[in-house]
């Protein structure tokens, strides 16, 4: 099993710039896909980027051309850069991994991230 710890949460104001990481415990070389969810209070968890271990990117719209999530294979670990935030960014950010055969999905404890306005 790979156990997945982000960490970079925190409190910033509107427009302002934070950097989530998820660490894995070991190689996440057979994880093919990697990502974060974010979850706000009262509302259900929403994707919010992807990356496939071929560097394949996806993005929610509400997020696209303010963040940018990339993957370090050598150090296990993922990003999600995080610019010109909203107060609308405010939820707990989930790392989540997927190995897509035999079908098996990771999680992380989640970390908070509160954009004031």
């Known amino acids: 099993q790979v156990r997945l710890v982000e960490s970079g949460g925190g409190l910033v104001q509107a427009g302002g710039s934070l950097t989530l990481s998820c660490a894995a415990s070991?190689?996440?070389?057979?994880?093919?896909?990697m990502g974060w969810y974010r979850q706000a209070p009262g509302q259900q968890r929403e994707l919010v980027a992807t990356?496939?271990?071929?560097?394949?990117?996806n993005y929610a719209d509400s997020v696209k051309g303010r963040f940018t999530i990339s993957r370090d294979t050598a150090k296990n670990t993922v990003y999600l850069q995080m610019n010109s935030l909203k107060p609308e960014d405010t939820a707990v950010y989930y790392c989540?991994?997927?190995?897509?055969?035999?079908?098996?999905?990771?999680w992380g404890q989640g970390t908070q991230v509160t954009v004031s306005s």
């Open positions: 990356i496939t271990n071929g560097d394949s990117r």
């Open positions: 989540w991994g997927a190995r897509r055969w035999p079908r098996y999905d990771y």
């Open positions: 070991r190689s996440i070389f057979e994880i093919n896909d």
